[in-house]
């Protein structure tokens, strides 16, 4: 578990070896069977589920093995199973947090500090949900064409226990401190390092708002983050062809996205793209990094 966010926490002393022992275990039981998930989702004939239960039983091989011997299990099932899984999965942060082992405010703001310290430059939007134990992972066989990724989701489903420390970290915390660093960033006279070390103080901002967006599970404040941090490593790096003032208009427009999204969440506990306000934001912000190669 070498760099995980779990080996951290005891690392930290926030949970001993016991407590997240517990929580892996119970995270663990929250996923169904490959026999229970492909007969709920009937991805597959009862039938063909009872040929690889059989199969499995007189070979001694696992189910999973056992479909793929018989020429029942493919790619498109294996997705429907990750898939089915990562909105079935318990986060392992909200099995801390109901088992009583720290509280929500805790390990978010530990969350934050231990990406910072580790200069992760990229949050999976899934990390916490597939923190699951190897030996329950599915291993996916390679497919012969590659899809088209995804467009974003147009609403995210929440935490519901970490809401409240969310607003509280955008409102109290991040926000005014962009707000004051946006100020700073607008003054006459700045130096190049000055304007450097002022933009790094906005990405360390950021890099909160990601931490703290993604165990909230609001997957598209995530992005709106991970895109401003991607573009301002761009620029500080001297990698993209940005004006300071552009620059500014990325992280103005950012911090409006990230108000906006924290203010739905607060009032709906919901977060989607499709408000006006919003998509006028999002496109605004979007027009301009997209300048930045």
């Known amino acids: 578990m070498e760099g995980l966010f779990s080996e951290y926490l005891i690392e930290q002393n926030i949970i001993n070896q016991d407590q997240l022992l517990e929580a892996f275990i119970a995270q663990l039981n929250s996923i169904p069977s490959l026999p229970e998930l492909l007969y709920d989702l009937n991805l597959i004939s009862k039938k063909d589920l009872l040929r690889i239960l059989l199969h499995q039983m007189y070979e ?26 990562q909105n079935m999965v318990k986060p392992l942060g909200e099995i801390l947090i109901q088992k009583g082992f720290v509280n929500a405010a805790v390990l978010t703001s530990t969350f934050a500090t231990y990406v910072e310290q580790k200069n992760i430059s990229k949050i999976n939007e899934n990390a916490v949900k597939n923190t699951v134990i190897s030996e329950k992972k599915i291993e996916v066989p390679e497919k012969s064409t590659e899809k088209s990724s995804p467009s974003p989701p147009t ?118 793209d499709e408000d006006p306000e919003t998509k006028k934001y999002v496109d605004h912000f979007n027009n301009i990094i997209s300048k930045k190669e």
């Not at 011997?69 to 898939?83: C, F, M, R």
């Not at 935490?159 to 006459?188: F, G, M, Q, R, V």
């Open 155 to 272: 609403a995210s489903k929440l935490n519901s226990s970490l809401i409240k420390e969310y607003i509280s970290c955008i409102e109290e915390n991040i926000s005014p401190n962009l707000t004051n660093i946006l100020a700073k960033l607008k003054s006459d006279g700045l130096t190049e390092d000055k304007i450097k070390k002022d933009i790094q103080s906005v990405l360390s901002e950021l890099v909160a708002a990601r931490a703290a967006a993604d165990f909230l599970g609001a997957k598209l404040s995530l992005n709106i983050a991970n895109k401003t941090i991607v573009t301002l490593e761009s620029f500080i790096n001297s990698k993209s062809i940005l004006t300071l003032a552009q620059i500014i208009e990325v992280i103005e427009c950012s911090l409006n996205i990230l108000n906006v999204y924290a203010k739905m969440i607060k009032n709906l506990n919901i977060e989607n």
């Open 60 to 85: 001694k091989q696992d189910f999973q093995s056992s479909a793929i011997k018989l020429g029942l299990w493919s790619a498109d099932i294996s997705d429907e199973i990750q898939n089915k899984i």
